[in-house]
């Protein structure tokens, strides 16, 4: 393969993947356009960067049960007691 070639190929390949970019891009604005239809795509969200379901600014501690609010506070007792039993 010479230059010609190759500078060719690599021409054709970054056309090739604009392309394909704009024909997304052009679907997804299509779609939230008719958005009242179905539902609309959306890219990063606050959904889209949460963890285990949790969102970035939400603190695990509101999705606790009543039950397991109870065990990590008895949890949470034992270890503030534990040092102050060692120090008698």
């Known amino acids: 393969m010479d230059m010609d070639q190759s500078a060719v190929f690599l021409a054709g390949s970054i056309l090739t993947m604009l392309g394909f970019v704009i024909i997304a891009t052009g679907i997804i604005v299509i779609n939230n356009i008719a958005s009242k239809y179905w539902k609309p795509v ?15 600014n939400q603190s ?16 949470l007792e034992r270890i503030r007691t534990k040092p102050e039993e060692k120090k008698k």
């Open 60 to 75: 695990p501690i509101n999705t606790l049960t009543d039950e397991e609010y109870e065990e990590l506070i008895k949890h």
């Open 42 to 56: 959306t890219i990063f969200t606050k959904e889209s960067f949460s963890l285990f379901g949790h969102s970035s």
